[in-house]
């Protein structure tokens, strides 16, 4: 069974600083992993899709990486800014049968960018 | 283009009465998912349909059902609603499931 675990699960930073949030998972056979966002009380944006056969994926601020054999990713957020405030999880895709898949979340990084 | 909605946003409910939540995905997306979200256990798979199928089912019991329209709108069932019910429910669209997977903004319900 998939386990997904994100550290730390909090992060206070001011603004400006570059950070970077983790994620582990332990069946290294996925199909995608996927960074998403998510405001107070609201539903999950997508921020990176990185597919199992790359090893990165950029997005302006935003830079996750993949490494399937160690079973982690990083997402590396440049120049912090308060708008960047939120909770920050990591999900694992697993390819099921018939072109079925699941989604196996981490609990996610709380992030708080002081101004 | 329109993004991945659900409605209602908002409900309460009384314990032993049932739900149903509706989602209509991105258009040109025919795999739906549901997962249900709370604060001890945070996001948990609970099915996905493609092209009016149930491809796949978490670990949740009968009472949460779902189906899948002709035009890939999706509805999620609850029935006999317990107070560990309460939580946010989210709906997620994708092409397939190599592409990227859009979610909606959620139906936050809770049961009293």
């Known amino acids: 069974k998939q386990e997904v675990t994100q550290i730390p699960a909090a992060l206070s930073v001011p603004e400006g600083e570059n950070l970077v949030l983790n994620c582990s998972f332990t069946?290294?056979?996925?199909?995608?992993l996927q960074w998403f966002r998510q405001d107070h009380g609201k539903g999950l944006t997508s921020l990176l899709l990185?597919?199992?056969?790359?090893r990165e994926q950029t997005s302006g601020r935003l830079n996750a990486s993949l490494d399937k054999s160690s079973g982690r990713s990083t997402l590396y957020i440049a120049a912090s800014q308060p708008g960047d405030s939120a909770t920050y999880l990591c999900?694992?895709?697993?390819?099921?049968?018939?072109?079925?898949?699941?989604?196996?979340f981490g609990k996610g990084t709380k992030l708080s960018v002081i101004p | 283009k329109a993004g991945v909605t659900q409605t209602p946003r908002y409900l309460i409910k009384t314990r032993g009465q049932q739900v149903t939540l509706s989602c209509s995905p991105i258009?040109?997306?025919?795999?739906v998912s549901w997962y249900q979200q709370t604060p001890g256990q945070g996001l948990q798979f609970l099915f996905e349909?493609?092209?009016?199928?149930?491809?796949n089912k978490g670990n949740f019991p009968g009472r949460f059902s779902g189906r899948q329209f002709s035009n890939s709108r999706s509805e999620m069932n609850v029935s006999t609603l317990e107070l560990g019910d309460s939580a946010l429910y989210l709906c997620?669209?994708?092409?397939?499931?190599?592409?990227?997977?859009?979610f909606g903004e959620g139906s936050w319900l809770t049961v009293v």
């Open positions: 349909y493609f092209s009016e199928t149930q491809r």
């Open positions: 997620a669209s994708s092409k397939t499931a190599g592409n990227t997977i859009y």
């Open positions: 999900a694992v895709i697993s390819l099921l049968w018939a072109g079925s898949y699941q989604l196996t």
């Open positions: 990185i597919q199992s056969s790359q």
């Open positions: 258009s040109g997306h025919r795999s």
């Open positions: 069946d290294s056979a996925i199909y995608n």
